[in-house]
């Protein structure tokens, strides 16, 4: 298994980035969702208490993943049209603003449910707060879509999409 990018599948270290990312992305958003629309369920009850702290291990991931990106460039399957660029790029800069925004809400920072920073408002407490939901929101707009691009490419378009990022060679 090759730890470093080809023109055929991602390497190791792009699809353990990949997937741990997704891992930590999912239950920030499916904990959120859920305790809106059932305040207190046990899912959200888990998980929130650890919501800042999975949201800077994926701010700290998103940074790993950048400068992996920027190594492999030569390396990495070739992106598939600009709509496919767009969309990553985009997922990136959400991955970037929404634990951002986070930070900036003037709560606080608190990491494994411990506060180790008191919050302060700053000019950007207000305009973070009122983002940061939709900007959740965008970005499981996002990584639906990019789901169900993956999953088309595999199943209808069966151009090995799929494959790269689970390691197999195109078919």
Known sequence: MALEDSRERYGAVSRLLHWVTALLVTPQLVSTYM????P????????QPWHATIGFGILGLLMLRVVWLLVQLSNRPPHQGKAVLIGHVSIY?????TPLS???????????????SKGIDTPFTDISQALHGPLA???TVLVLGHIFMVLLHHGVHQDGTLNRMVGQAKS
């Open 40 to 47: 207190g369920n046990a899912f959200s009850q888990v998980f």
């Open 93 to 97: 800069l959400l991955l970037l603003a």
């Open 102 to 116: 986070g930070i900036l809400q003037g709560y606080g920072i608190r990491l494994f449910d411990r506060l180790v």
């Open 137 to 139: 929101y965008i970005l």
């Open 35 to 38: 305790n809106s629309w059932q």
